[in-house]
C-alpha cells in the first residue's frame, strides 16, 4: 500500500519536472517562479519529497498547468497556452526596483502616444 502511494506521488513529481522542461525552465528559474528553494524542486523532481496540493496549485496558477493532468497524467499538460513573450515580460517587470518599473512605465506611454500619432 506504502509502495502505491509512493508510486502515484513520484508521477506527479515527473509531470512537475516535464512543465518545467517544457517551459524551458531551469531548476533555479522554476523555484524562483513559485517561491521555493532550488533545492526542493530538485528533491521534488527525484521523488525524495511528496507533492503538496498547494505546490500544485501555484504551478497551475502560475504556468497555466491542467491541474487534472498533474494530479493523473490524463488531458493536456496546460489548461491555456501562455503568451510566452508575455509571461517573460511580467517576470522581468515585477523584479525591477519601483524606478525602474516607472521608467518601463514612462517609454511604454510615449511608445503608445507615437503609435497612435503614426495610425497604427
Not at 502515484?8 to 521555493?36: P, V
Not at 521523488?47 to 496549485?57: A, F, N, Q
Not at 501555484?58 to 509571461?87: Q, S, Y
Request: proline share 1%.
Amino acid at each position: 500500500m506504502n509502495r502505491n502511494k509512493s508510486m502515484g506521488s513520484t508521477s506527479i513529481n515527473n509531470r512537475l519536472l516535464e512543465i518545467r522542461k517544457a517551459k524551458g525552465l531551469t531548476q533555479e528559474e522554476f523555484a524562483d517562479r513559485i517561491k521555493i528553494s532550488r533545492s526542493m524542486v530538485s528533491s521534488i523532481e527525484e521523488g525524495r519529497r511528496e507533492v503538496k496540493d498547494r505546490l500544485i496549485s501555484l504551478v497551475c496558477l502560475i504556468f497555466g498547468a491542467n491541474e487534472h493532468w498533474i494530479r493523473t497524467g490524463n488531458g493536456a499538460m496546460f489548461d491555456n497556452p501562455k503568451n510566452e513573450r508575455l509571461e517573460g515580460l511580467i517576470y522581468n517587470f515585477q523584479n525591477l526596483d519601483a524606478n525602474s518599473q516607472n521608467f518601463v512605465l514612462q517609454h511604454l506611454d510615449l511608445l503608445i502616444e507615437y503609435r497612435r500619432k503614426v495610425g497604427q
